[in-house]
């Protein structure tokens, strides 16, 4: 593909508003909200929405195929037609910036700046080396760094997230997660109990603990004691205000007793449990570098379902894995069946420059790739479908997270995180007991019953 614009020759104004763009995982949405503290501590203002931004951040991600030429057709439609006054300052941010940052430089000239997943923290200065005309890349991998630049947080919703674990050693042979986010590194426990503690002052009620593999999150309590990702949720148990906690995404090689146990004893760690397969063959998993199997998968969920029955499980798969055959296909579909998911994710197979899967032999064509995801997702819909249906008659409590399309109407999550919608006299941020009363595949109606917290 062709340059897009002109390069941006110098002097560039300073912005005034900013927006930034976050794709992919949830570590992505919350790197893209420390951007955009940032730039807010820098006096540039959020821009309004349905207005053009005197910068953009592309927050981008590598997972998916055509995720860069997804970038070019985006700086392409900010800048056309525009001349260098009007058209908007670029930075390209995230795991695309870190795997193809040069060349995203090279192609793309209309780019200022682009900067790695782990090194935005030196957005602030890269900024104003733009504005002097000069473009500039970082793709460092500091660990930790840009943790330690985390400006003040604004205002917090009612469920926020917090990123304790970065990076992935496991090297699963389709991921380019390792390459474009580095080795595990945990996030010092003090300094977690802090950020907590903030976002609950900042006024969230729900925490997300976040980590490409945050099940392997390691660290020392108050005392010294080696804790695991237990003791951290354990601690964050103690939190005034904060009223739930959720974790994401685990692998099934880091699951400890403790975390197990703690499903059953911490009343705000939430009966959900996301916990990526990527299929239901033994063959398909070896050669995908997962190091379990089909049935120790199901008897790590057993163990959990003892420690809390009634535990939502949620999981990630991949079809058309290369020299996957139709008969370790239905091995995935009676994975599926066996766990009796509440939701899960389902992706075709997509080669990713430079890991080993993208180079093997037998890779499954497209038509093939579509129809197994098409079985796979009717599949899960009907056991997402069936655990709604078997929620209809339950009373929980339903967090307010938004307002419905209809006046006096709210959206909310129940505890194993289905939307619920409800009408009432209510705000965002409220905990309201609700009956779950109609099941549809994607949501519950509900009837709130009494007003616990306002
Ligand atoms: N660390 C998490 C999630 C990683 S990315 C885990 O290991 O579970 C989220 C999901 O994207 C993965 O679970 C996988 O299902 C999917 N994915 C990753 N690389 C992929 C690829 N090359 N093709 C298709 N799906 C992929
Ligand atoms: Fe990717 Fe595997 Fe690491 Fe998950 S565990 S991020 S799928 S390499
Ligand atoms: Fe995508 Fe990077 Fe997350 S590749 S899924 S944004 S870690």
Redesign the pocket.
């Known amino acids: 593909m062709k340059p897009t614009t002109e390069p941006r020759t110098p002097p560039n104004t300073a912005p005034k508003t900013y927006r930034v763009k976050s794709f992919g995982c949830q570590m992505n949405v919350y790197d893209g909200e420390r951007m955009a503290e940032l730039l807010d501590e820098k006096g540039i203002t959020p821009a309004p929405e349905g207005e053009d931004a005197d910068l953009v951040v592309l927050n981008t991600c590598h997972?998916r195929e055509r995720a860069a030429e997804k970038i070019y057709s985006d700086i392409g439609r900010l800048t056309k037609g525009k001349t260098q006054e009007k058209a908007p300052m670029i930075a390209v941010a995230g795991c695309v910036a870190q795997a193809e940052g040069e060349e995203i430089m090279k192609r793309a000239p209309a780019v200022s700046m682009v900067v790695g997943p782990q090194a935005y923290h030196r957005l602030p200065d890269m900024l104003d080396k733009a504005v002097a005309g000069e473009r500039a890349t970082d793709t460092d991998m500091p660990p930790i760094a840009k943790f330690d630049a985390l400006p003040k947080r604004r205002k917090s919703a009612p469920t926020a997230f917090l990123t304790v674990q970065e990076g992935?050693?496991?090297?699963?042979t389709?991921?380019?997660?390792?390459y474009t986010?580095g080795m595990e590194i945990s996030r010092p426990y003090s300094d977690l109990v802090r950020e907590a503690q903030g976002l609950v002052e900042a006024g969230a009620k729900e925490i997300t603990l976040l980590g490409?593999?945050v099940s392997a999150w390691s660290g020392e309590d108050e005392k010294g004691r080696a804790v695991g990702l237990a003791g951290l949720i354990r601690a964050l148990d103690r939190v005034d205000g904060l009223e739930r906690i959720r974790y994401t995404?685990s692998?099934p090689a880091d699951m400890d007793d403790d975390l197990i146990s703690a499903h059953g004893e911490v009343a705000k760690l939430m009966p959900y449990l996301h916990l990526?397969v990527?299929s239901g063959n033994d063959r398909v998993l070896k050669a995908?570098?997962?190091s379990h199997t089909a049935d120790s998968y199901l008897r790590l969920l057993e163990r959990f379902r003892a420690a809390r029955p009634d535990l939502a499980i949620s999981g990630?798969f991949i079809v058309g894995f290369p020299g996957e055959t139709e008969a370790e296909f239905e091995d995935t579909l009676r994975i599926v069946d066996a766990v009796r998911y509440a939701h899960a994710f389902s992706f075709k197979y997509s080669p990713r420059p430079g890991t080993p899967a993208a180079t093997m032999e037998d890779q499954v064509p497209l038509e093939v790739m579509d129809e197994r995801l098409q079985r796979l997702q009717a599949g899960i819909g009907r056991h997402q479908l069936a655990f709604n249906e078997a929620s209809v008659g339950k009373t929980c409590e339903v967090l307010i997270e938004r307002k419905g399309k209809l006046p006096g109407q709210w959206l909310g999550k129940t505890p194993w995180l289905q939307s619920a919608w409800f009408e009432g006299d209510y705000a965002l941020g409220d905990l309201v007991t609700v009956e779950l009363v109609e099941a549809n595949p994607n949501s519950l109606a509900a009837r709130p019953l009494v007003k616990v917290t306002a």
């Open positions: 997972i992935c050693d496991k090297f699963c389709y991921c380019v997660v390792p986010r490409q593999n995404t692998h990526p990527q995908m570098n997962r990630d």
